[in-house]
């Protein structure tokens, strides 16, 4: 199928830099110029409003199934967003050395963050509610990958968090190594 002259000319124009509407040049990272730009983003809205007063997927004229998406938009925004997630988690986990600081286990499906010196309640109190999942991870990576994190197995930070700040690897084995390690004593792994 041969493309029509407008398409075509959108496509030159996007090679080149220029807005898809007009011969100025486009925005960063933008099909269109800042004026086109806020033009169709305004249209957007008004259309995404439109289509939920009416009931309709944001994305289609279907039905809606939730508050914005039908069936099929629904099961893809989902699959974009544990993707998303997936990358996010990796991202950070590496960063962190990709196992557990305690037992050394490596399965990414096990492994969680961790406040090092147990202080979370203060991150808790400084933001009035918990952060947790996505929120967590996408915070950690804004903020530039603080110290103050590590990574645990979930048996390990349950295992401190209700043992008084020891994992229980370490309590369990004090004859054998000695006094037992509270977390303020790890280090990030490298």
């Given at each position: ?151 645990l197995c979930?048996?390990?930070n349950s ?32």
């Amino acid at each position: 199928m041969e493309q029509s002259y407008k398409s075509k000319r959108r496509e030159e124009h996007r090679a080149k830099g220029l807005c898809k509407e007009c011969n100025e040049s486009s925005a960063p990272n933008s099909a269109f110029c800042e004026k086109h730009k806020e033009a169709r983003r305004l249209y957007n809205k008004k259309r995404r409003e439109d289509h939920r007063a009416a009931g309709l997927c944001i994305l289609c004229n279907e039905p809606l199934v939730t508050a914005h998406y039908c069936e099929r938009h629904r099961q893809e925004s989902m699959a974009k967003g544990k993707k998303w997630t997936a990358a996010l988690k990796a991202k950070v986990l590496e960063h962190y050395g990709n196992k557990c600081a305690c037992c050394g286990e490596t399965e990414p499906v096990f492994l969680t963050i961790d406040h090092i010196n147990s202080d979370g309640y203060k991150h808790r109190a400084k933001t009035g509610y918990r952060i947790t999942g996505n929120a967590l991870w996408k915070e950690i990576v804004n903020k530039g990958y603080p110290n103050t994190y590590q990574i645990l197995c979930w048996n390990c930070n349950s295992g401190r968090a209700i043992n008084n700040g020891v994992c229980p690897h370490y309590s369990s084995n004090r004859a054998q190594n000695g006094p037992s390690l509270v977390y303020t004593e790890f280090k990030k792994v490298s």
